[in-house]
């Protein structure tokens, strides 16, 4: 069995070699070969279409929990509409697709097996026309049409598989020596999976555009957006003293000089039925008024501070700390990642005071250095506790009918005392949203503006309410980075 995932075999041979124990699959009811929709060779699958459907109808549910629908059913429409053009030109035209905007400032776009693709909001701000937001729909279904979700998950439960079969035929494979050269060899054939699937996807997001009559050239101009934030981030990381742990998300494999890259899209062209639209116009009235960043109801980073208009607080966490905004609490993270503090709220119920709450409801009944404390009006507890081992900062403090729970901890308890200042001081920063803080907690929003002659992205910063890297963040939106001007009487994005 483990020859079939033999590094240096071609795609062809792994997939034949695939098939060949497919029938030993088949007698077991659990996989085959089945005619690719796109290309109409044989690909090793081990679920049917009706699987695959389902597979899509359970998880869509999940997705739209984790990240949330975005609020703007006339932006949902108009990317319906572009999603199903090239729908309608796909190779699978019997299925039912759903594009669906999330509510996420996260840079990305993603797709499920049976028609269900997703974009954020977060990735729709820097595109800059309709042909973009095409090109990155087009990618997407691409990966449906060529049932690539279902290929990589037949191709990782065929190893899984394999290594159980095996197991029982050959005992020496039990040992846990052989299940891990078996992971890797399996592994080695999924990282191959991916690579071709990406390209592939590639190939059929252009033949779409074409076809629907879009610039197929506008993927090239999505990867140089993606790249060009990349780069920025980058250069934020260093900034803040921070390692950068590069970038791993759409269209991630390829540089837009790409040669096989450029070699798919220049081979569209043959499926071209006019010039190729661009419609920068267009998209930009359906973006105006999107959320840019954090909304109001996920809460506000700004720098170093938070900000939560529904439910009123605010809190400050050390400099130059990386701010994770989770659904369900807030982690900042130190520059150097050894340490890290995290923040949850929950509802109270009896009258406890925040010494009882650690005790009873976190359940935390040994606390170290434990006082009680008022900060900004607000009644607290602090105290150190072991967590397997580990130690660290557990607090209290309530607002409201809220108590929020504070956790800090290092890498090492060595390296403990070294940090616990900077928990302390964000416990006790915690405070009501002040008048003042108000406008810092309200979203910002993407207004499209025309150039005026006396306009420039300095000035434009200025007048901005993005708080981090303004004129970089700018011309990002609008195609510029890392050097660009505006020009006078075109259509730009501000943000306000």
């Known amino acids: 069995m483990i020859d079939v995932f033999v590094q240096g075999s071609t795609s062809h041979d792994r997939i034949r070699s695939l098939c060949l124990i497919a029938g030993a699959l088949l007698f ?29 109808r359970t998880n869509h549910p999940k997705i739209i929990a984790e990240y949330g629908r975005y609020d703007d059913e006339q932006l949902q429409r108009y990317v319906q509409s572009v999603g199903e053009k090239l729908a309608s030109v796909s190779h699978r035209k019997d299925l039912v697709y759903r594009f669906t905007v999330l509510d996420s400032p996260v840079i990305n776009a993603f797709a499920l ?46 190893a899984n598989i394999g290594y159980t079969l095996g197991s029982i035929l050959i005992p020496e494979l039990r040992n846990a020596g052989s299940q891990n050269i078996f992971n890797m060899l399996g592994g080695a054939l999924l990282s191959g999976y991916g690579r071709e699937h990406e390209l592939e996807s590639d190939r059929l997001g252009a033949e779409y555009l074409a076809r629907a009559g879009y610039d197929p050239h506008a993927m090239i101009d999505v990867i140089t957006v993606l790249k060009n934030q990349e780069i920025f981030a980058a250069v934020e990381a260093k900034k803040q003293g921070r390692e950068y742990q590069g970038y791993h ?83 900042a993270v130190a520059p150097d990642g050894k340490a890290v503090v995290e923040m949850g709220a929950a509802d109270l119920n009896r009258k406890l005071t925040p010494e009882q709450f650690i005790k009873q409801r976190l359940k935390i009944t040994t606390i170290r250095s434990g006082q009680s404390f008022n900060s900004h009006g607000l009644d607290g507890y602090t105290g150190i506790a072991l967590a397997q081992d580990k130690t660290v900062r557990v607090a209290v403090v309530y607002l409201k009918d809220k108590a929020y729970i504070f956790f800090g901890g290092a890498e090492s308890n060595t390296l403990f005392s070294s940090y616990d200042q900077a928990f302390i001081n964000t416990i006790k920063s915690l405070h009501s949203l002040r008048e003042d803080e108000i406008k810092l907690a309200q979203e910002l929003k993407i207004q499209i503006l025309r150039v005026g002659k006396n306009d420039n992205y300095a000035s434009w910063a200025k007048q901005s ?18 050097n660009g001007e505006l020009q006078s009487g075109q259509l730009a994005k501000q943000v306000r």
Request: contains cysteine; glycine residues 12%; aromatic residues 8%.
């Open 28 to 56: 077991l009811g659990l996989g085959g070969c089945a005619t690719n929709p796109v290309t109409g060779d044989q690909n090793f699958v081990m679920f049917g279409e009706d699987t695959e459907l389902e597979m899509g």
């Open 113 to 158: 097996p049976g028609g269900y693709v997703y974009i954020t909001r977060g990735l729709m701000a820097y595109l800059n026309s309709e042909a973009e937001l095409a090109a990155v729909l087009g990618h997407e279904i691409g990966h449906v049409t060529a049932r690539h979700g279902v290929r990589q998950q037949s191709a990782a439960q065929a």
């Open 249 to 331: 998300g759409l269209f991630a494999s390829h540089p837009d000089n790409d040669t096989r890259l450029q070699g798919v899209v220049a081979a569209a062209d043959k499926y071209k039925v006019t010039d190729g639209k661009i419609d920068r116009t267009a998209y930009l009235d359906h973006i105006a008024g999107m959320t840019f960043g954090d909304s109001e109801e996920q809460g506000i980073r700004s720098e170093n501070h938070f900000y939560h208009l529904a439910m009123g607080f605010a809190v400050d966490f050390p400099e130059k700390w990386h701010i994770n905004n989770n659904p369900d609490s807030l982690q």
């Open 465 to 482: 309410r993005i708080s981090n890297s303004p004129i970089e963040q700018l011309r990002l939106l609008n195609g510029d980075y890392p």
